[in-house]
């Protein structure tokens, strides 16, 4: 464990809260809202973000363990999200803010156990042409907490239809 790797881990414990308080916040009207982002709704976003995990987790772990990143493409992505965005139209929202806080949190106690050590490999990412990343810029970046964060903001700046509450 290392300092950085507690201060990751806060910081995405910092965004998750922020993201359970807004969904938890929603109006029912809100969360069947359409957002900006992909054309899903709130809810449909708000499962992406939950359940998403596992599959930053898979980028995380094999940087952390100085592996090759996994292989997919954003095709692959984007089949994948698409996928789950269509299974979860009508995602409840207990049922995502469970899984939001049950990931959250196997991701953030994996967090505090890296090494600086582990922050620090790099390895080319796919989907950036073949970037070098480091297990840390996948962490803040758009794999784990900006992804937390960046879906956040489309959540806030979601379409509620005309006289609905927020």
Same mark, same amino acid.
């Given at each position: 464990m290392? #300092?950085?790797?507690?201060?990751l881990a806060?910081?995405l414990?910092? *965004?998750?809260?922020?993201?359970g308080?807004t969904?938890?916040? @929603?109006?029912?009207? +809100?969360w069947?809202?359409?957002?900006? +982002? $992909?054309?899903?709704t709130v809810?449909? &976003?708000?499962q /992406?973000v939950? %359940?998403?995990?596992? &599959?930053e987790?898979?980028f995380? =772990?094999a !940087? *952390?363990e %100085?592996?090759?990143l996994p292989p997919?493409t954003?095709?692959?992505?984007n089949s994948?999200?698409? %996928?789950?965005?269509g299974r979860?139209?009508t !995602?409840?929202k207990?049922?995502?803010?469970? $899984?939001?806080g049950?990931n *959250?949190?196997v991701?953030? +106690?994996?967090?505090?156990?890296?090494?600086d050590?582990q &922050?620090? #490999?790099?390895a080319?990412?796919g989907?950036a042409?073949?970037?070098?990343?480091t297990?840390q810029?996948l962490i803040?970046?758009?794999?784990?907490? !900006? /992804?937390?964060?960046? #879906?956040l903001? @489309?959540?806030?700046t !979601?379409?509620v239809? =005309?006289g609905a509450r927020?």
């Amino acid at each position: 464990m290392s #300092h950085r790797s507690t201060e990751l881990a806060n910081q995405l414990e910092q *965004a998750v809260a922020e993201f359970g308080k807004t969904i938890q916040g @929603c109006s029912d009207e +809100a969360w069947a809202a359409a957002s900006d +982002a $992909e054309g899903w709704t709130v809810a449909q &976003l708000a499962q /992406h973000v939950a %359940g998403q995990f596992p &599959l930053e987790m898979e980028f995380i =772990t094999a !940087a *952390a363990e %100085g592996n090759p990143l996994p292989p997919y493409t954003w095709d692959d992505i984007n089949s994948r999200n698409d %996928g789950r965005a269509g299974r979860n139209i009508t !995602a409840a929202k207990a049922d995502v803010l469970r $899984e939001l806080g049950s990931n *959250a949190a196997v991701t953030a +106690a994996y967090l505090r156990a890296l090494t600086d050590e582990q &922050l620090d #490999h790099a390895a080319p990412l796919g989907l950036a042409d073949g970037a070098i990343v480091t297990t840390q810029q996948l962490i803040e970046g758009g794999v784990l907490i !900006a /992804h937390v964060t960046g #879906h956040l903001e @489309c959540i806030r700046t !979601a379409k509620v239809p =005309t006289g609905a509450r927020r």
